[in-house]
């Protein structure tokens, strides 16, 4: 599909309202670099949630990057059978909630919608140690090739906290597509994709089989383009993202797409 | 603007050597200055203290001295009043200035109703941390559901623990068996909340397994009784494969939430066929 179709359908799909949620329950997490609060929605469901005024996001203003890339990343991670991340929503903060909360900076957290993620019990971070030991090389190869087909930058996963590695998933996607800040040139650019791995599985041999990239490679091409554009409608427009800005952001995920299988191969052509 | 009313709590928190700063959460504190409402749950056996000790006493005084009056001793598990005129302010003075044994967590806001806000901390941070994956559902369980079901009819040896069911040479043995002399039920219990998933996963794999046999040769149906999994990922794709299993081989997949209402319907209908051909 060709940019100004995007465009089209974008504008068609922002009529549908995406699912969202309200804060009934907000507490300051910190860690990273962003400030994220846990929230309990009225859903009865928990979120890790970072909200409009985050640090990260504040030093580049609108349109904001952080929240934006977090919503398309983590619906485009839902795509997959089982889904690679956490299921994330908007979360909508009532001002009342938000006025009621500081953070150790003495800051509010903005009211209004915000992005979010589901608390996954029985995970650690990979940045906070988790042990990926015993990760099916399978389930991480399902990691590496998404990381990979969304240019993930300061990259991390939950794992189980148990060790057993029967949990695995991507998150924290706010540096994905064109790092900490929009550089619309490359959206534009002629893409090119490399590979891009968690620092814990360098070098490791069980990654180098093509085997193990086929089944995830097989589902990644085969994504309706449809479904991959639907993740770009319906952004919060308190956060600035156009309609015409994320056509060209949808266009430059569809272009990744066939160029994954190439990065990613690197692998076990012993080139990486 | 929602209808709930502003609410505000912190978390206490027991920290045995405030250098390595491993704390545990040991009660929970909410205020709601327009319900005038405070109050306190505290669950002392989670600082992992004997409730003899000197220093489980320790503790206990030490909460005191916050203005919280513990009713009893050596409870594990206290309600204390806490003054309804607090708000934030004191939330964050708690915070600010308990730095050693007991610790506050900053305070946090909700939109709730404040007992039940209480309640539901108290149950998530305090009370189940340590068991949030482990479950309340099994074989034993089931049986007390099905001979509730069965008692009201007095049919209560109708429902058979670890029944045996003899297919040729071999021996079965399922989790429950429902007949009277003819087996009509043969049913297996599962939980996806147990901590060794692959046993679960085998359990359910060989029930898939061996049921075309057994159906065959008793006539019976079968009934997986399964308590799906809390978290997200690997527990998921398990619990779909089971299930997936059960029903290929036409076993009926019920969530052990309707243990009650399988069982009732099981016993109704049962009771009904046998009345309806001994009249």
């Known amino acids: 599909m060709e940019l100004p179709q995007i465009m089209t359908l974008l504008t068609q799909l922002e009529a549908d309202n995406p699912p969202r949620t309200q804060a009934a329950l907000l507490q300051y997490r910190g860690g990273g670099g962003c400030g994220a609060w846990d929230c309990k929605a009225v859903n009865g469901l928990w979120y890790v949630i970072k909200c409009q005024n985050n640090r990260q996001d504040r030093t580049y203003g609108l349109?904001?990057?952080?929240?934006?890339?977090?919503?398309?990343?983590?619906?485009?991670?839902?795509?997959?059978?089982?889904?690679?991340?956490?299921?994330?929503?908007?979360?909508?903060?009532?001002?009342?909630?938000?006025?009621?909360?500081?953070?150790?900076?003495?800051?509010?957290?903005?009211?209004?919608?915000?992005?979010?993620?589901?608390?996954?019990?029985?995970?650690?971070?990979?940045?906070?140690?988790?042990?990926?030991?015993?990760?099916?090389?399978?389930?991480?190869?399902?990691?590496?090739?998404?990381?990979?087909?969304?240019?993930?930058?300061?990259?991390?996963?939950?794992?189980?906290?148990?060790?057993?590695?029967?949990?695995?998933?991507?998150?924290?996607?706010?540096?994905?597509?064109?790092?900490?800040?929009?550089?619309?040139?490359?959206?534009?650019?002629?893409?090119?994709?490399?590979?891009?791995?968690?620092?814990?599985?360098?070098?490791?041999?069980?990654?180098?089989?093509?085997?193990?990239?086929?089944?995830?490679?097989?589902?990644?091409?085969?994504?309706?383009?449809?479904d991959i554009i639907k993740a770009f409608a319906g952004i919060p427009q308190e956060w600035g993202a156009s309609v015409d800005f994320r056509a060209k952001l949808a266009n430059f995920v569809l272009k990744r797409r066939n160029l994954v299988e190439q990065a990613v191969s690197t692998l076990w052509r012993g080139v990486a | 603007?929602?209808?709930?009313?502003?609410?505000?709590?912190?978390?206490?928190?027991?920290?045995?050597?405030?250098?390595?700063?491993?704390?545990?959460?040991?009660?929970?504190?909410?205020?709601?200055?327009?319900?005038?409402?405070?109050?306190?749950?505290?669950?002392?056996?989670?600082?992992?203290?004997?409730?003899?000790?000197?220093?489980?006493?320790?503790?206990?005084?030490?909460?005191?001295?916050?203005?919280?009056?513990?009713?009893?001793?050596?409870?594990?598990?206290?309600?204390?009043?806490?003054?309804?005129?607090?708000?934030?302010?004191?939330?964050?003075?708690?915070?600010?200035?308990?730095?050693?044994?007991?610790?506050?967590?900053?305070?946090?806001?909700?939109?709730?109703?404040?007992?039940?806000?209480?309640?539901?901390?108290?149950?998530?941070?305090?009370?189940?941390?340590?068991?949030?994956?482990?479950?309340?559902?099994?074989?034993?369980?089931?049986?007390?559901?099905?001979?509730?079901?069965?008692?009201?009819?007095?049919?209560?040896?109708?429902?058979?623990?670890?029944?045996?069911v003899q297919v040729k040479s071999d021996t079965y043995h399922f989790d429950l068996g429902i007949g009277n002399g003819q087996l009509y039920y043969v049913i297996e219990t599962l939980s996806f909340r147990n901590v060794d998933l692959q046993r679960v996963e085998q359990a359910g794999g060989w029930y898939a397994y061996v049921w075309p046999k057994v159906a065959q040769e008793t006539g019976a149906e079968g009934l997986l009784l399964v308590e799906p999994p809390k978290d997200i990922g690997g527990a998921q794709d398990r619990f779909r494969r089971v299930t997936d299993w059960a029903s290929e081989v036409g076993i009926t997949v019920h969530d052990a939430n309707e243990t009650n209402q399988v069982a009732e319907k099981i016993a109704d209908e049962l009771l009904q066929k046998i009345s309806y051909l001994h009249q």
């Not at chain 1, 991340?85 to 009211?111: K, Q, T, W, Y």
Request: glycine share 6%; hydrophobic share 40%.
């Open chain 1, 63 to 226: 349109p904001w990057k952080v929240l934006t890339t977090e919503l398309i990343c983590g619906r485009l991670g839902q795509l997959f059978v089982p889904p690679v991340c956490p299921p994330v929503c908007i979360v909508d903060i009532p001002d009342e909630l938000a006025s009621a909360v500081i953070d150790p900076n003495g800051e509010h957290p903005s009211a209004g919608p915000s992005f979010g993620s589901q608390r996954v019990d029985g995970a650690i971070e990979t940045k906070a140690g988790g042990n990926i030991n015993l990760v099916p090389p399978k389930q991480a190869a399902r990691v590496v090739v998404f990381q990979t087909w969304l240019q993930g930058q300061d990259i991390a996963a939950l794992v189980s906290h148990d060790g057993s590695g029967t949990m695995f998933l991507s998150i924290d996607h706010g540096y994905y597509l064109t790092g900490p800040q929009w550089i619309e040139s490359l959206l534009t650019a002629e893409p090119s994709v490399s590979l891009v791995l968690l620092p814990q599985f360098q070098g490791q041999v069980k990654l180098e089989d093509s085997q193990l990239f086929q089944g995830i490679l097989d589902e990644l091409t085969s994504l309706s383009e449809i």
């Open chain 2, 1 to 164: 603007m929602s209808n709930q009313p502003l609410c505000f709590f912190s978390i206490v928190r027991y920290v045995a050597d405030p250098i390595r700063d491993e704390p545990k959460n040991i009660g929970a504190l909410v205020v709601c200055p327009e319900r005038r409402f405070g109050g306190a749950r505290f669950l002392l056996s989670r600082s992992g203290i004997a409730p003899s000790s000197s220093r489980y006493d320790m503790l206990q005084d030490l909460i005191r001295s916050y203005q919280i009056d513990l009713p009893g001793y050596n409870q594990l598990s206290l309600f204390a009043p806490v003054p309804f005129k607090w708000t934030r302010v004191e939330l964050e003075e708690l915070h600010r200035e308990c730095t050693n044994l007991i610790q506050f967590t900053e305070p946090a806001a909700a939109l709730a109703e404040p007992s039940r806000l209480l309640d539901e901390l108290y149950h998530e941070r305090i009370q189940t941390r340590e068991s949030s994956t482990r479950t309340n559902f099994s074989r034993r369980v089931a049986a007390r559901v099905f001979r509730r079901a069965f008692h009201r009819y007095d049919r209560i040896d109708w429902v058979q623990e670890d029944t045996r």
